[in-house]
């Protein structure tokens, strides 16, 4: 049984704590925020605290704050020589204090406290400065069903940033096409059924390979007829700047410069 004292109550550490808890190798011994309020609601037979002090002994100590809180928190923990690891994809692990052995355990997935996570289709990165601790924490990925992946934290930075794009960008775009279906009464569910096909596609060949549209096309009169339709200074900058990027890659000529 691998004990565990959670810090932070954002989405990560919610999702974290219900597979944890549905877990029958792990067990939660504590979890800590400033506010006892943010994780009460979400707590079944957990201890919770808001003292640093009264944190008790465990096998780990996740972080699951904020990026700007991982440093000072990791400074503030009043013990030494215990497993803390953080759960960031962008902030390095050699930013948590040395005082006490450092790691990180890296779940490379979306979290919303309101949408439901199957753990076992989440994959883990996981990084040590101790070599001992590596067993470990393939473990506590293997106990909620994940596939752990050891990786550098170079390696894990540029996985964030690649998340960035696939991720968070594209959730901007989706925010757009909303926008744009609202602006003509349309119901933007009708194109859930295209959003759905694209995600599957490039899982059976490259995003290269799956580019379709009238940039790869180089249709530049379908181009010039949907810039109009455009109302928005912002979305246009966007349109064109997705376009030349779409025209470079596959080698075409583009009409537009996008500044750097």
């Known amino acids: 049984m691998i004990s565990v004292v959670l810090l932070g109550a954002g989405n990560v550490a919610t999702h974290i704590y219900k597979a944890f808890s549905n877990s ?13 309020a943010s994780i009460s609601s979400y707590a079944n037979d957990v201890d919770i605290t808001d003292q640093l002090e009264a944190l008790k002994e465990a096998d780990i100590y996740i972080m699951a704050v904020s990026d700007d809180s991982i440093a000072q928190l990791s400074s503030d923990l009043p013990f ?12 390095a692990m050699h930013d948590l204090d040395k005082k006490n052995k450092i790691g990180v355990f890296y779940p490379l997935q979306t979290f919303s406290k309101t949408a439901e996570i199957d753990f076992t289709e ?9 070599k001992e601790n590596l067993q470990l924490l393939k473990d506590l990925a293997k106990a909620v ?6 990786i550098t934290t ?5 996985l964030h940033l690649a998340a960035v794009f696939v991720n968070n960008f594209t959730n901007q775009l989706y925010r757009i096409g909303h926008e744009i279906c609202e602006t003509k009464n349309i119901e933007f569910q009708i194109l859930h059924p295209l959003i759905s096909e694209t995600a599957k596609k ?8 799956a580019q379709t549209g009238p940039a790869k096309r180089n249709d530049k009169k379908t181009i010039k007829r949907q810039l109009k339709l455009i109302e928005k200074d912002e979305h246009e900058a966007i349109y064109k700047m997705l376009t030349s990027s779409i ?14």
């Open 24 to 36: 029958e190798n792990i067990s939660v011994t504590q979890w800590y925020n400033r506010t006892r």
């Open 80 to 91: 030494t020589d215990r497993f803390v690891v953080h759960t960031s994809g962008s902030v």
């Open 122 to 130: 989440v994959p883990i990165c996981i990084e040590v400065y101790e």
């Open 145 to 150: 069903g994940c596939k752990p992946h050891k």
């Open 154 to 158: 170079e390696q894990r930075q540029t």
């Open 202 to 209: 490039i899982q059976q060949m490259s995003p290269y390979m």
């Open 247 to 260: 025209k470079k890659t596959h080698n075409i000529s583009s009409d537009y410069k996008v500044k750097r």
